[in-house]
């Protein structure tokens, strides 16, 4: 089922929505009643997915079986080394983890000791909680080991023959080689744990693999699920975290609604299994929303007053109205980004990719540009629709759109396109890759590794690879420069420093010597006293001294306004010309930004490598001329058109593409100049004027329906 269908909008979404508000309003203080909304959202996420063909949902389904069962083990084995600690802090001392393989890491656990690490290959690292257990790190040519209370910490004792106990919390992941029998179940557990989560990640690796690349080598296209990228991502997620402990356990319910939540199931944003549970429960009033008592709501915007929304919760009152009509406004413009911008753009791409070779210098310039309008409004009119859906539930989702084309360069385009997938890739890929911890060369080459895989993750065919490198080599390299720059800095500070220090020394030089000479003059005024001059004398030299001095301070004030004045206009008028620099040169960065990104989407759009280069070599070779009728035809929307051809503009040379122009204009404006639509939502004033445009822009929308299209991420 497609956000921009018939039968979502005008069954689906408010059946849904006015069944899960009204079991919402009743959740407030009532476990039964939240069980019952997430069963609700797991039913109605299946029938929102049903639609997309049996064998997607049978794909999807087991998919959830197979990763239910490993992570519901995996958990058990969690709880059973939780035991086994227990036990062993009832009996004086703590079992240390026995796998030499395992990373140390930090941490602790309701007052547990925190762990060791033995690994001859890891740094030792330490922590503590509330001054428990300090940790500790053994040399691999010791035979020693360190005794600690989990409960408050112990020196450590050594024994006659040199040998130490440990005391070791496996709640903080830490792990040593065990050297008694006390250690082999946690040592079997973690064992068990860790084999189950390598099985879950390869499974999942493999059959997203499969259907993404058995075509290639089959020779034939074959059947590819509906957002299969996005939902073994989750499940890696969950299998991850359960297996470290984030997660409070398995419970069925909530890995479901995680799974199967739909505003999020076909495109993202990817989140990881804690943080939506913690986000669902704020919905549903439970104990992390009491506890905040409605301040925790980042994502939706703080509307209401702490005091006014605990006053509502005490009432057992959760519907916020405000937020719904927030996230209705919200949704009608993802659906007119979607259905109006992006499908009209569409069009014209589709049209020009049939028949590259016979493009012109302009067309080929146009149709790059309107691709990456079609993608960006595509992927942001999904995020604006799934966002106000889950404005309207209460539900806090992730931002994962940001005005990308907005961006300075390219590491700041991916801080704002794709946030929650560029987020899962540093996690999983780049930091057990060893991040930047290695050197820069290393570092480099990791980011090249997760652009190469970004890529592929993207498609099967050489241009996503082209485009991944292509954004792989930029981004090492502004990080480069930008390395090389705040070393830069820094060196020039330095010797700023070192300046700055030479010039007070001299200073204090020279005001030593002052003091020095005017200690020998007054030695030396000594003797003149006798020499005295009359005292009518000496009274009319004063006078004229007097008025002389007088008349300096006068001129000298004066001078000093008037250049506290010049300085203040010249300091004002270099403010000015370094503001104005300022934002001229990040126009210029923008601009050079966005040309690199839509040479790179070509590739990404290209159905080949050869048709990809055939577009940018037109760019300089097609030559001027007019417009292909294909492409001016693709914008006039009938709508529009029956207005244009009632006007005097059909008597101008350039009518035919009008409609061209004006979406090409509307487009420029909306991306570059226009705030986030989900910022334009959350700060708002909601009246008249916002409820008449969700109309207007709701209509337009729907009556544009019949030329309905999947989201491009879909494809992925």
Known sequence: ????????????????????????????????????????????????????????????????????????????????????????????????????????????????????????????????????????????????????????????????????????????????????????????????????????????????????????????KIFFPIAISFYTFNQISFLAETYRGETAGFNLEDYLAYILFFPKLVQGPLMGYGEFVERLENCLGGAGYISDCGVNRDGMGSYASKDDTCDAMSRGRLLDWEMVLRGLYLFSMGLFKKVIMADTFGKAVDAAYSNVAGLGSLEAVLVAVFYSFQLYFDFSGYCDMATGICMIMGFDLPLNFDSPYKAVNIVDFWKRWHITLTKFFTKYVYIPLGGNRRGAGRMYLNFM????????????????????????????????????????????????????????????????????????????????????????VNNDVSRVHEIADSSDEVTTVAAGSDRTTEKKIVADKVKTDKTATGKLSEAIRIILTF?????????????????????????????????????????????????????????????????LWLFLIVGIIMIFFCKNAITIARTCRIGIRTTLLTVFLMIWSIVSFAGVSTFLYMNF
């Open 1 to 220: 089922m497609l956000f921009n269908s018939y039968i979502f909008f005008l069954a689906f979404l408010p059946i849904f929505l006015v069944c899960f508000l009204a079991a919402r309003q009743m959740s407030y203080g009532n476990p039964k009643m939240r069980s019952v909304c997430k069963w609700m959202i797991i039913a109605g996420s299946l029938i929102f997915y049903a639609p997309f063909g049996v064998i997607n949902l049978l794909v999807l389904l087991s998919s959830i079986a197979v990763n239910a069962v490993l992570g519901a083990i995996i958990a058990r084995s969690g709880k059973s080394r939780e035991g086994v600690l227990h036990s062993s802090h009832q009996g004086g001392g703590m079992p240390s983890s026995a796998h030499p393989d395992e990373d140390s890491s930090i941490g602790s656990h309701r007052g547990e000791g925190v762990a060791m690490s033995a690994h001859p290959g890891e740094d030792s690292s330490i922590g503590s909680h509330r001054g428990e257990g300090v940790s500790m790190s053994a040399h691999p040519d010791d035979d020693s080991s360190v005794a600690a209370s989990h409960r408050v910490g112990m020196p450590v004792t050594a024994q006659s023959n040199g040998d130490l106990s440990i005391a070791v919390s496996h709640r903080v992941g830490m792990s040593v080689t065990a050297q008694s029998n006390e250690d082999l179940p946690i040592a079997n557990s973690l064992a068990i744990g860790r084999y189950l989560l390598i099985l879950g990640i390869v499974v999942n690796v493999v059959v997203l693999l499969f259907f993404k690349f058995s075509g290639s080598f089959l020779g034939e």
């Open 449 to 536: 590794v997760v652009f190469l895989v970004s890529g592929l993750w993207h498609g099967n065919g050489w241009t996503f690879i082209v485009w991944g490198a292509m954004h792989g080599i930029l981004f090492v390299m502004t990080r480069a420069l930008g390395r090389s720059r705040r070393k830069s800095e820094v060196n020039a500070e330095s010797a700023s420093d070192e300046k700055h220090q030479s010039e007070q020394k001299a200073e204090r030089a020279s005001d030593e010597k002052y003091q020095s000479e005017q200690k020998m003059e007054k030695v030396l005024g000594a003797g003149r006293l006798s020499r005295e001059m009359p005292a009518k």
């Open 595 to 659: 040309i690199y990104v839509t040479i790179a989407w070509v590739f990404f759009r290209a159905p080949s490598i050869n048709d990809a280069l055939t577009l940018l070599t037109k760019v300089f070779t097609g030559g001027i001329g007019p417009i292909d009728s294909r492409l001016s035809t693709s914008f006039q929307l009938d709508e529009l058109w029956y207005v244009i051809k009632v006007t005097p503009i059909m008597r101008l040379p350039f009518a035919w593409d009008t409609c």
